[in-house]
């Protein structure tokens, strides 16, 4: 299995621009998570889906972000307008609900900077 | 609410030495489980280990070795004889219990970044 894809792999967008994430998860996991991680706060989920639904959006900063999973094999999660303190690592990261205690496996991440 | 304190920032060894990280948890549910990922320079987030709540036999793989004392909230992980591979940013992580709806959230610390020199 190649693992979590996520595209693309660095971002560099003016303040104000749109800005669309893209993870692809392992095939057959049915939960994904999408993580954000800085120097200051770490790392920090921002939503949940499990089945394609959203089941916790709660960590998600502000209006600005939405993710959306429109099947078992494709999210994205936008940015619209970017702002500066954006600039992070996004992580992608895919589990199976199959079983108990299933780990969740990572994405390379998208390192994201608003200029 | 759930924490993970990784009250280790920064260690540097020199090869060859073996080294603890620390993690100590807190949580109220009776189940969880715990976590050890490792993100070497190059950025990506490796598992290393899952633990249930209910077993704490430590566990040995290789170099790799983990004590989870439940009576302390702890999981700390030991890498013995430790090589300049090993450089990396090592993450303790705890997980809501299965059946929920939120299980697989992890809750992660602040991380340990270890130094492994030659």
């Known amino acids: 299995d190649a693992g979590v894809i996520q595209s693309p792999r660095h971002e560099v967008t003016e303040m104000g621009q749109e800005v669309t994430l893209r993870c692809k998860p392992i095939?057959?996991?049915?939960?994904l998570f999408w993580y954000r991680q800085t120097m200051m706060r770490g790392l920090e989920l921002l939503i949940y889906f499990n089945n394609n639904v959203p089941i916790d959006d709660s960590g998600m900063p502000e209006d600005r972000f939405s993710a959306k999973m429109p099947n078992a094999s494709f999210s994205t999660l936008k940015i619209q307008p970017s702002e500066p303190r954006d600039s992070a690592v996004y992580f992608c990261?895919?589990?199976?609900?199959?079983?108990?205690?299933?780990?969740?496996?990572f994405g390379q991440g998208t390192r994201l900077t608003v200029v | 609410a759930q924490k993970v304190t990784q009250a280790q920032t920064e260690i540097s060894v020199v090869e060859k030495e073996d080294v603890t990280l620390d993690c100590v948890y807190e949580?109220?549910?009776?189940?969880?489980?715990l976590f050890w990922y490792k993100q070497p320079p190059s950025g990506e987030l490796v598992f290393l280990i899952r633990r249930n709540s209910f077993d704490e036999q430590n566990e040995i793989s290789g170099r790799y070795s983990w004590n989870f004392q439940k009576s302390t909230s702890s999981f700390n992980f030991t890498i013995t004889a430790s090589q300049v591979v090993d450089s990396a940013v090592y993450f303790c992580?705890?997980?809501?219990?299965?059946?929920?709806?939120?299980?697989?959230?992890?809750?992660f610390g602040q991380g340990t970044i270890l130094t492994v020199h030659p």
């Open positions: 990261a895919s589990s199976s609900r199959q079983g108990l205690g299933t780990e969740a496996f």
């Open positions: 095939s057959g996991h049915n939960s």
């Open positions: 949580t109220r549910d009776t189940t969880y489980y």
């Open positions: 992580a705890l997980s809501e219990p299965p059946g929920g709806t939120s299980y697989g959230k992890l809750t």
